[in-house]
């Protein structure tokens, strides 16, 4: 059992890069990939632990994009997975990251400054002591959980937080081609994340897919825990039509998401060990 896509409490998540690695290693997990949004942070540390457990650790980051060209789309955000960086990522790509992390700090504030607005009562430094450097809506979403104005994380989400909500406010995101164009000069394979949310119509999405090939597109993640059996099967016959290669995991955010478990999901998600053989083989030859 493999899982390429989890996320540390270095960005979204709730476990340790600790916790993660002994929670893969108590599933006896034969791989596991971080794919942290905007930052190494959180595979940097689990490196040793990894080595030190005999796990199959894989480089991974998720970046938030824009479209605006893209009426399916419309301005949404579109998630880019990247895998196998040059080891270990260069500076510039690092660099990189600082600055979108510093956009999204500036967002936090405008979002905090919206709730209050909105007559809630939450300041950024209390987000910020709950998500540290990479502080995000999850973290929004917690903090308005504990102080009862929400009871539950998708009812915060639902409520204020999402991009219908009513305090969302935009974050500075780079366009999606850049975001392609900067895990390919880093060495990595960019590929889609859970493309269902980007829609689920299939025509609509074959024909973006086409489009994001033409950036440079390598990959797609067929297997994720948002999927179902019928989006696997159109999302693998995709990726056979456009020569994209296959990526997958269950996206693990810890308590962030309940009911999700690391490995299988909601119970839907088993990703094909030779999944990753072949990701690594294409990898090597480039």
Known sequence: MIDLHT?????DGTFTPVELIDGARSL??????ICDHDTFAGYDQAVPLAEAAGLDLICGIELSTKWFSSPQSNGRSI??????FDQPPTGEFRDWLEAIRAARRD????????LQSLGIDVTLEEVERLGRSLAGRPHFARLLVQKGYVKTIQEAF??????????????????LDEG???????GGLPSLAHPVRLTNRHPVLENAVKQMCDMGLRAIEVYHSD????????YLK??????????????FHGENKPGLALGTGYGNVAVPREVLDFLRAESVRR
Do not use: C
């Not at 006896?28 to 990939?33: F, K, N, S, V």
């Open 180 to 186: 392609i164009r900067r895990i390919l000069d880093a």
């Open 158 to 175: 639902d409520r204020y937080l999402a991009e219908s909500g009513e305090a969302y406010v935009e974050r500075d995101e780079p366009l």
């Open 79 to 84: 998630h880019m997975l990247g895998y196998f």
């Open 107 to 114: 967002r936090n504030r405008r979002l905090a400054a919206r």
């Open 227 to 234: 999927h179902s059996p019928q989006d696997v099967e159109f």
């Open 7 to 11: 996320h540390t409490d270095e960005s």
């Open 28 to 33: 006896r997990l034969e791989a596991l990939g």
């Open 238 to 251: 995709l990726a056979g039509r456009y020569g994209l290669m296959i990526t997958g995991g269950t996206d």
